[in-house]
């Protein structure tokens, strides 16, 4: 049987190992998923180019072709979080400072407003409250603990 849990344990490392030269740059998520697929987000500092998903692809490649985890088929993707996905890791947010956000706390209730801090406890939220016609009548700031809400997405505006 397959220990899918190891196998992501063994490849955080291997990635981290791999960026440990490359302060820039940092691991974000890694799942593993009992089809054989793997999908592991990178990003970096200045963001991540395509040529660095590529050089952890194959360095991650050469192990899973050599010890062979998950057997000789597996899909492997390696590429950034992308603008969809949820922010996980502290960098991501200090990244983000000044980006309009959507967090969603665990009673369900959604925020929006402007990123405008971040540590290793809270962020600060600028939500900008707004009347029927979308005039802004009002700020509020917002500190929000890291175990109070579920996910942060980046908001995209058109």
Same mark, same amino acid.
């Given at each position: 049987?397959?220990?899918?849990?190891?196998?992501?344990?063994?490849?955080?490392?291997?990635?981290?190992?791999?960026?440990?030269?490359?302060?820039?740059?940092?691991? &974000?998520?890694?799942?593993?998923?009992? +089809? #054989? $697929?793997? =999908?592991?987000?990178?990003?970096?500092? @200045?963001?991540? !180019? %395509?040529?660095?998903?590529?050089?952890?692809?194959?360095?991650?490649?050469?192990?899973?072709?050599?010890?062979?985890?998950?057997?000789?088929?597996?899909?492997?993707?390696?590429?950034?979080?992308?603008?969809?996905?949820?922010?996980?890791?502290?960098?991501?947010?200090?990244?983000?400072?000044?980006?309009? &956000?959507?967090?969603?706390?665990?009673? +369900? #209730? $959604?925020? =929006?407003?402007?990123?405008?801090?971040? @540590?290793?406890? !809270? %962020?600060?939220?600028?939500?900008?409250?707004?009347?029927?016609?979308?005039?802004?009548?009002?700020?509020?700031?917002?500190?929000?603990?890291?175990?109070?809400?579920?996910?942060?997405?980046?908001?995209?505006?058109?």
């Amino acid at each position: 049987m397959i220990d899918f849990q190891n196998i992501k344990e063994q490849l955080q490392s291997l990635v981290n190992e791999k960026l440990q030269s490359e302060p820039e740059y940092f691991l &974000v998520d890694i799942k593993v998923s009992p +089809g #054989k $697929k793997i =999908e592991v987000y990178i990003d970096g500092d @200045d963001g991540i !180019k %395509i040529e660095k998903c590529a050089e952890i692809s194959r360095y991650l490649e050469a192990y899973l072709d050599t010890e062979q985890p998950l057997g000789e088929k597996y899909v492997l993707e390696v590429s950034s979080p992308g603008m969809s996905n949820p922010l996980k890791v502290l960098r991501q947010y200090k990244r983000r400072i000044g980006r309009e &956000v959507e967090v969603t706390l665990k009673s +369900g #209730k $959604k925020l =929006e407003g402007f990123l405008r801090d971040a @540590d290793d406890q !809270k %962020i600060i939220l600028e939500e900008i409250l707004k009347d029927k016609k979308e005039k802004e009548i009002d700020r509020k700031m917002h500190e929000i603990l890291f175990d109070d809400f579920k996910s942060t997405k980046l908001k995209l505006n058109f």
